[in-house]
């Protein structure tokens, strides 16, 4: 935190629940990280969520928790069997990271997503919440009778319908007693095609109470904008990527750092390499577009994804690539000479090393 703090990073988002590992020791329901932590010393308590907050508040860093759902969820089942779907497709293994969902039908589910979401936010102050919403698959549901018993008795006619009402369950919470504005992935709005639908009558947030994080398209950034969301973004700053930019990369691993920076939400025009795309006035951030609100970019983040990351190999896939990644969002995007930029990031990585210790 110290060291983002001094490249004027200010928000901590910290995804703290997914499919591998439930760490929280909550105190309402101990038994999700005795059984479905990845290792008995890999967990946080309440102790270390609030030191980690006070730390950041104290350098400038806000913290905002993630709970990822409905994808993201087996950990979850092993230690409440029954609020995840038990599916067939998956056996003695976990899976693929993002198959297993939370069960949609069960009081229990929500019960203990809320439980947990209470605990955390009672442990991290702030106005806003990230519930996931990333990569949700659909087939589990489809190959539980339960799941599809319950939707036909319920007149709920597709995989959507069950999202949407999945989210008004979790929004009914986090909006009306915890005032707390979401902040969701992209992919929540993805039909089963895979393709962005951001029709009123499918999505499962309207504009007005979430911020959408775009992540694998920048063509999205704008569509989400357009249709009123304020937006981050994430695409093109993947820290644990090689190819952090798609198609675009270095013999040198670390020299992505080159196309990280190129990488400009507000880009006004078409350019070689990073985004590829144009912002006309039909996206005027911020403006009025007829009747309809047009949203803002609010800014982006560098994320740094741990399944194959341990502290021996951290600090070097993070810095100084999130230097580049800081010094893009604070600055106009007029300003894109790479040799300058060059010369300032080589500066600065030797200060973190001296002054901080990182091994950037």
Not at 23 to 28: G, I, T
Not at 45 to 52: G, L, N, P, R, Y
Not at 183 to 208: K, M, Q, R, T
């Amino acid at each position: 935190v110290s060291v983002m703090a001094k490249n004027k990073m200010n928000v901590l988002h910290w995804h703290i629940t997914d499919s591998y590992s439930f760490p929280f020791q909550s105190k309402l329901y101990p038994e999700l990280s005795e059984k479905g932590a990845w290792h008995p010393t890999a967990t946080y308590s309440h102790e270390d969520v609030a030191t980690v907050e006070k730390f950041s508040r104290y350098h400038g860093v806000r913290v905002v928790m993630e709970v990822d759902q409905p994808g993201h969820a087996y950990s979850w089942g092993l230690g409440k069997p029954g609020i995840t779907i038990a599916c067939p497709s998956v056996k003695k293994d976990i899976g693929p990271i993002n198959v297993v969902p939370f069960n949609p039908t069960l009081d229990e589910t929500y019960a203990t997503i809320l439980g947990v979401i209470k605990e955390l936010t009672d442990l991290v102050p702030g106005e806003h919440l990230h519930l996931g919403g990333d990569e949700l698959q659909y087939g589990c549901w489809n190959e539980s009778a339960v799941v599809l018993r319950w939707m036909e008795e319920n007149d709920i006619k597709s995989f959507e319908e069950v999202t949407k009402y999945f989210f008004s369950r979790i929004r009914n919470f986090t909006e009306g007693k915890l005032d707390r504005k979401a902040v969701v992935w992209e992919d929540l709005f993805l039909d089963p095609d895979g393709n962005l639908n951001l029709n009123a009558s499918v999505v499962p947030i309207p504009p007005e109470k979430a911020i959408v994080e775009v992540w694998t398209s920048p063509e999205y950034l704008h569509e989400v904008v357009q249709a009123g969301y304020d937006a981050l973004l994430a695409y093109g700053w993947y820290l644990d990527r090689q190819v952090p930019v798609d198609n675009e990369t270095s013999w040198f691993w670390e020299d992505t750092w080159r196309f990280m920076y190129k990488n400009d939400p507000e880009s006004s025009k078409e350019r070689e390499g990073g985004m590829g795309h144009k912002l006309g006035k039909e996206f005027a951030i911020g403006e009025k577009d007829g009747e309809s609100r047009v949203g803002n970019i609010l800014g982006g983040e560098a994320s740094m994804w741990s399944e194959q990351v341990d502290p021996s190999v951290l600090d070097g896939r993070v810095w100084p690539r999130a230097c580049a990644v800081a010094e893009r969002l604070w600055s106009p995007k007029e300003v894109r000479d790479l040799d300058e930029a060059s010369i300032r990031l080589n500066k600065h990585r030797c200060r973190l090393n001296h002054e901080t210790g990182v091994s950037a």
